[in-house]
């Protein structure tokens, strides 16, 4: 019997063990990938995975099937425990993000147009309405927890500018999928 | 950094922590005020969903042997409760496997007692459920039927015996978009086919995922809205037309 991962996710809420190992089953790979592609070290990625498990254990009856897919919730939980993995690694080796940053030009600058052109649905529709350059800096941020200073760094612009566009393009995408009463 | 003034800076705010653009001492911020405003926690988790489309572009990978039974050690050694504010709620996970095989092949015995219970009505009716409250694959103990047409639950007592002197029967819903349980009210062993409750009209669609439980609670009901005490019986819905 396949269960729905949001099925999972509210036994799992009840402390079901069972329903636990099948949610692991079906979500760890993608989250896997998710954890990866920020932290881009399996050992760090596998340390995301663990707490995002864990956190999802405790905190599963919380889950609402209402406003999103469980993978989404987890998905969530999974982006937020790489980012602050990926914090505290930049900060323990001093500078290290900007070398991280310098990294990524080559490696990921051709994949990141190719997601964007492969994602469908609202959020697509709506970051297409964003300049290219907004566009990507959302994008990338997103998939890869960048900074501002490692997002400047990376397209050779001011602080200040990143954090304007980043504004700019987070309330026009906000508008754009929520309508203009949002 | 200054706290958010406009509307507009608090959902940048909170977009940016989604995005992951912040730096340690604004995220800690941020994190403070979601833990300090539902408002702004609700924000989170609305850019969290609106975002969440990028992921698909993202490819699986492997995650690492024996990662999900270090996970399960953590969880052994946080005390292996789900939510720290109701330990009782991980009695149910045992009676809930056991229910699963039970469902599956209800005895003739449950099926006698679903058609005494729903006897009664007349008018054809659009969404009947019952649930067998029991332990494991013993008799049930409480039947509740549920007709999501009325919006009434009501419980008829099976093979319960009265509880210990000062104390109460009460029975809970557990999931089916709940974030916790639900209580519907103290049951009596007397009252056949008592009405217990209203059931909302919005919980009506997510019905069939909803459990029935029964704790032991202190006389007059749990003090703290939630489960204190054992949990007794449970049981899930089937429909019945």
């Known amino acids: 019997m396949n269960r729905s991962p949001e099925t999972l996710l509210s036994s799992v809420g009840l402390g079901d063990r069972v329903a636990f190992a099948e949610l692991y089953r079906a979500t760890a790979p993608k989250l896997m990938g998710i954890a990866l592609r920020i932290l881009m070290r399996r050992e760090l990625a596998e340390e995301a995975l663990q707490e995002t498990y864990v956190r999802a254990w405790q905190k599963a009856s919380q889950f609402d099937p209402g406003l999103g897919s469980a993978m989404a919730w987890l998905a969530a939980i999974c982006r937020n425990q790489a980012i602050d993995i990926r914090r505290r690694q930049a900060e323990r080796i001093a500078g290290a993000s900007d070398v991280l940053a310098e990294d990524r030009t080559d490696a990921n600058e051709s994949d990141g147009i190719l997601e964007l052109a492969g994602s469908q649905g609202a959020l697509a529709a709506c970051l297409d309405q964003l300049p290219e350059n907004r566009r990507q800096l959302v994008v990338r941020a997103y998939l890869e927890g960048l900074t501002r200073e490692e997002l400047a760094a990376l397209y050779r612009m001011p602080v200040n500018t990143v954090k304007t566009n980043l504004r700019r393009s987070l309330l026009e995408l906000r508008r754009c999928l929520d309508g203009p009463s949002g | 950094m200054a706290r958010p003034v406009s509307p507009e800076d ?232």
């Open chain 2, 10 to 241: 608090r959902e940048v705010l909170a977009g940016e922590y989604v995005l992951g653009t912040l730096d340690s001492g604004e995220r800690a911020e941020a994190e403070r005020l979601r833990d300090s405003d539902p408002d702004f926690a609700n924000a989170i988790a609305a850019w969290g969903y609106r975002l969440d489309p990028l992921n698909a572009s993202v490819a699986s990978a492997t995650p690492p042997e024996g990662l999900f039974q270090r996970i399960e050690q953590r969880l052994g050694e946080t005390a292996g409760s789900p939510t720290p504010s109701s330990p009782t709620i991980i009695k149910l996970e045992r009676r809930l496997r056991h229910w699963r095989a039970a469902t599956l092949a209800m005895t003739a015995h449950a099926a006698s007692l679903i058609g005494f219970i729903l006897a009664a009505p007349r008018e054809p009716i659009a969404h009947r459920f019952v649930a067998a409250v029991q332990q494991g694959d013993q008799q049930p103990v409480f039947v509740v039927a549920v007709d999501t047409a009325k919006g009434i639950i009501a419980v008829r007592p099976v093979a319960a015996r009265a509880p210990e002197s000062g104390r109460d029967y009460e029975l809970w819903a557990v999931g089916g978009g709940r974030p916790r349980p639900q209580s519907l009210g103290l049951i009596t062993i007397r009252d056949a086919n008592l009405p217990v409750a209203r059931l909302e009209s919005d919980k009506a669609a997510t019905i069939a995922d909803t459990v029935f439980a029964v704790s032991l609670e202190p006389r007059g009901g749990s003090p703290t809205g939630q489960p204190t005490g054992p949990v007794l019986w449970t049981g899930k819905l089937v429909p019945v037309d």
